[in-house]
């Protein structure tokens, strides 16, 4: 009796992390899957005019994944594919994982978006965005940076 009072009260405890609704407001499972360049990186070609896309936990970058294999891939084909506002060569690293979230392509039922911040040369303070790799969405380039040449 008491392993299972033990696992009722786990189960509770990380259900209650997780709303049921989900306030991300730019998934969209019609988005078409992103072509490749050359290098591996996403073909971006349209710039967002939300200045939340990309900055806002509530509308992150949706570049999903097909299984855990690969599931930094695609953020890392979508943050190599971007310049600093100028053209200037981006490094990134990712700094941490928040924002908990229900959804379907998970074995528990909720997904995490990574949160990666961006440099480059001349910046004043690093760019920070949110993006998640379990959801489909429309990859724009988000305010403030440009597609890399």
């Known amino acids: ?33 992103p072509t ?13 005019k ?28 979508f943050l190599n594919a971007l310049a600093g506002p100028k053209g200037e060569k981006i490094t990134f690293s990712k700094v941490e994982s928040c924002c908990p979230f229900p959804t379907k392509r998970t074995e528990i039922g909720a997904g995490f978006l990574d949160i990666y911040e961006l440099k480059w040369e001349g910046q004043t303070e690093p ?8 959801e489909k969405g429309y990859l724009l380039v988000p305010l403030g940076l440009t597609i890399k040449k």
């Open 127 to 134: 760019v920070k965005l949110y993006v998640n790799i379990y």
């Open 36 to 48: 490749l360049t050359a290098d591996n990186t996403f073909v971006l070609t349209e710039y967002s």
């Open 50 to 77: 939300d200045k939340k896309y990309g900055y806002d936990a509530d509308y992150p970058i949706n570049v999903f994944y097909k299984n855990t294999k690969d599931e930094i891939l695609n953020a890392e084909r």
């Open 1 to 33: 009796m008491k392993p299972f009072l033990v696992a009722l009260l786990i189960a509770i405890t990380t259900s209650s992390c997780v709303s049921t609704k989900s306030t991300l407001k730019n998934v969209d499972d019609n988005a078409p899957i």
